[in-house]
């Protein structure tokens, strides 16, 4: 995958050297480049941004240089090696919601051109222009505000990195963690049994593998209910079978009305 971000702080992406994210560019697996929007300016004090039209606080992030910049990333006519547009994605409170759905709709892209902005965000014009041209996704990771578009690129990136294949050592772990299949992940333990009075559940050091898939599918019912009844109520009932049912019921949760799976 071919990864460009472009943003007026560069330095903000050192931590993708390290980790796995280090390794998939080691690889050739992720080819990341960070741009310095600043290069597309042309006065002295390298301005990137203005006043608002109709008054206002703050300070708008001006087209000129996010115009150049992305006709420079992302030209109209094909590379020599046939390569296709970008999908933009620009990290915005405005944009929707970023889930694990979208993260595997972004993983499967061959290149993503992330647009950090900064201040009361980019002039709209340019994602106007840019979306008669290119798929244009604004993301928002949840209901708050950052400084900038940066953070949120570093969590989306790692979010889309790891599910390129061949990045985690076990490809398993991602059919199991939290949202894989609309549920958060069960509790996990390991060495030693015993910690500050806290006991390891049995169950997990009785090596019965179906006591133990039965129990980690419980817990994850539970959890889900608890903490995220949202999601516990957008599961489709014919998922959920007579022990998944019981289970909700005996945690005082109701599940969702449905037929039962068999």
């Not at 593998?209 to 209910?225: C, K, P, Q, V």
Request: hydrophobic share 40%; glycine share 10%; net charge negative.
């Amino acid at each position: 995958m071919r990864v460009d971000i472009v943003s007026i702080f560069p330095e903000y992406f050192a931590p993708l050297d390290l980790s796995l994210i280090g390794k998939a560019r080691a690889s050739g697996t992720l080819r990341l480049a960070v741009h310095d929007l600043r290069t597309w300016t042309h006065d002295v004090h390298r301005t990137v941004d203005d006043t608002p039209y109709g008054g206002g606080p703050g300070m708008v992030m001006r087209p000129e240089p996010w115009g150049e910049a992305l006709d420079a990333l992302a030209p109209d006519e094909l590379s020599p090696d046939g390569h296709t547009l970008p999908r933009l994605v620009v990290p915005s409170p405005a944009g929707v919601p970023f889930t694990q759905a979208l993260a595997h709709e972004l993983a499967a892209e061959s290149h993503l051109l992330f647009a950090c902005g900064r201040y009361e965000g980019i002039d709209q014009r340019v994602l106007d222009h840019a979306a008669t041209r290119m798929r244009v996704t604004e993301v928002s990771l949840g209901d708050y505000v950052l400084f900038g578009g940066e953070v949120a690129v570093l969590v989306i990136l790692e979010a889309v990195t790891r599910l390129l294949p061949g990045v985690l050592g076990n490809a398993g772990s991602l059919d199991e963690e939290s949202h894989a299949h609309g549920l958060l992940e069960a509790p996990m333990y390991t060495k030693p049994a015993t910690w500050r009075g806290h006991e390891v559940p049995e169950v997990l050091r009785s090596g019965d593998h179906g006591r133990i898939a039965r129990w980690r599918r419980d817990e994850a019912l539970l959890r889900t209910a608890a903490r995220r009844p949202d999601m516990i109520a957008a599961v489709p009932p014919e998922s959920l079978d007579k022990k998944d049912r019981a289970a909700l019921d005996r945690g005082g949760f109701q599940p969702p009305a449905g037929d039962v799976a068999k």
